[in-house]
């Protein structure tokens, strides 16, 4: 298996995002969880330290993917779930219209 070395801007795109846990990082990225681990600590410790400033952000096209591809994921997650609500909002509406019609 041929491994591709991840820069620390690819652990950071997914720390940042903050919905996959290290176990999901490692196991979307390809690496092991005691490096996603290891990075984090190394990312918690700039974050508060604020020792290291990046002008320009470069992660591999996989992970700009990978992240897009979860949140049109999301996107439609979100689109279904609003027109089910729609649709049962129309529902309620008629029966309710429905139960003052006397047949």
């Known amino acids: 298996m041929n491994k591709v070395k991840k820069s620390f801007d690819d652990y950071i ?6 919905k996959l846990s290290d176990a999901q990082i490692s196991k979307e990225m390809g690496v092991s969880r005691a490096n996603v681990c290891k990075m984090r600590r190394r990312w918690e410790f700039k974050e508060i330290n604020n ?11 996989e992970t700009l993917n990978n992240v897009l591809i979860r949140a049109s994921e999301h996107s439609a997650q979100s689109s279904s779930i609003k027109s089910q ?13 429905a139960s003052f019609i006397v047949i």
Do not use: C, D, Q, W
């Open 51 to 61: 020792l290291e400033e990046h002008p320009k952000v470069t992660i591999s096209e």
């Open 85 to 97: 609500l729609h649709m049962a909002r129309n529902r309620l509406g008629l029966e309710f219209i």
């Open 13 to 18: 795109v997914y720390f940042n995002e903050g």
